[in-house]
């Protein structure tokens, strides 16, 4: 492929060889404002206007995070820089740069490949991020690795431990929706019947699995507000909140009456014999934000309390309550434990 040719049409990853397709897909990419130095060099330069920079990385696999039959390349980029741009916001920050390590098989389409790289450049640019380097390798399946950077814009990062008795825990974004889906997608395929997928009452569930829809303006925001922690909701409400009650040494207590659960999450839950509070509570992938804000601050626009922060650690622990119970079915995501092997 020439400097500035597109590559013919069925191509492969084969076809082009590496520097063909950092050429074809580093094209899809718009230098954001952020960045000094762009992808081309041994290493890019952002603008760190604060002198802190928020770094974080996760990685996103075929077979494991998406399935090809599932997503399309577009959701996938999406969803590869969702999840990252997520984690920027919940630090407080703006994000500002995203690299990409992609890793897949030789005979993939280039196509695949160009198409992923724009779904990531769309989501970046909801975030006002840019995608400014990368890595690229073969692999017997897709990986997408994938770093964020971000700028606090002069204010602390809001850490997981800061969460402190009284607070009100507030949400902002969806939850539930995104694990809804992928029940539906599950139920799909094992069922080999499309009913599951093609039904239009279920449609925003379906693309919820597929494109994340994380508040990421409200992370920046919750900050200012003065909020004393936060963190977005990748494994499950419950299992992420946990991880702010151990680092704070507090418990925290939700109200399942705060959660308005949507008809579509309840007629998804009806037809799969779900409780769908099961999926509010345990559901990962929607990338909500949820932060512990200090007594009399009102919750910002987009944000609802759902619970709040309690003395001590509990009897068993620190841990999260649901009305004062420990909730049952709600554990969320782990890659090696039993809700890998339940996609329910
Ligand atoms: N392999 C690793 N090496 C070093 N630090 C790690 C590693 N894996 C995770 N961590 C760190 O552990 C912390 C928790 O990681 P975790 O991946 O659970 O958070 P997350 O990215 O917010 O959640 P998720 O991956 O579910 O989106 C993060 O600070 C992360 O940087
Ligand atoms: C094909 C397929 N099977 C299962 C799932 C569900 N899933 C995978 S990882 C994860 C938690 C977040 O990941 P991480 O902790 O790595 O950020 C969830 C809920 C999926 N998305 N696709
Ligand atoms: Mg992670
Ligand atoms: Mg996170
Ligand atoms: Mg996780």
């Known amino acids: 492929m020439g400097s500035h040719g597109r590559p013919p049409a069925g191509a492969t990853l084969r076809d082009l060889g590496e520097f063909g397709l950092i050429e074809a897909v580093t094209a899809r990419f718009s230098h954001g404002r952020d960045v000094l130095v762009g992808p081309g060099d ?9 002198g802190r920079v928020v770094v974080t990385t996760d990685l996103l696999l075929e077979g494991r995070h998406f399935r090809r039959d599932w997503s399309s390349a577009v959701d996938v980029g999406h969803k590869a820089a969702a999840q990252n741009l997520a984690d920027v916001a919940s630090m407080g920050a703006r994000p500002t740069g995203l690299f990409l390590g992609f890793a897949a098989p030789g005979d993939l389409a280039v196509d695949w490949a160009l198409a992923m790289a724009d779904g990531m450049a769309e989501e970046c640019a909801q975030a006002g991020a840019s995608v400014s380097g990368g890595d690229v390798s073969s692999a017997d399946s897709i ?4 770093t964020a950077l971000g700028d606090l ?22 939850l539930g929706w995104a694990q809804a889906g992928l029940a539906l997608l599950t139920a799909g395929s094992a069922a080999g019947d499309s009913r599951w997928v093609d039904d239009p009452r279920w449609k925003e569930l379906i693309a919820a699995h597929r494109r ?8 920046p925001v919750l900050a200012a507000a003065g909020a004393h922690a936060m963190c977005d909701v990748s494994d499950g409400l419950v299992a992420d909140l946990g991880h702010i009650a151990v680092a704070s040494g507090v418990s925290i207590d939700l109200a399942s009456e705060a959660f308005l659960i949507d008809e579509a999450m309840r007629s998804a839950g009806a037809a799969l014999d779900v409780d769908p509070l099961r999926w509010v509570l345990g559901g990962g992938e929607d990338h ?36 004062g119970e420990r909730p049952v079915g709600s554990d969320g995501w782990d890659h090696y434990g039993q809700s890998a092997t339940d996609a329910s």
């Open 212 to 219: 994340p829809r994380p508040p990421y303006a409200l992370g």
């Open 143 to 146: 990986m997408l690795g994938v």
């Open 288 to 323: 909500p934000l949820v932060a512990c804000l200090p007594p009399g601050v009102t919750p910002p626009a987009g944000c609802i309390v759902i619970g709040s922060v309690l003395s001590g650690a509990g009897s068993a622990g620190a841990g999260v309550t649901v009305d």
């Open 153 to 174: 814009q002069g204010r602390p990062p809001v850490l997981r431990s800061g969460a402190r008795p009284g607070d009100a825990v507030v949400l902002a974004g969806r």
């Open 42 to 50: 041994d290493a890019a330069v952002l603008a760190a206007p604060d």
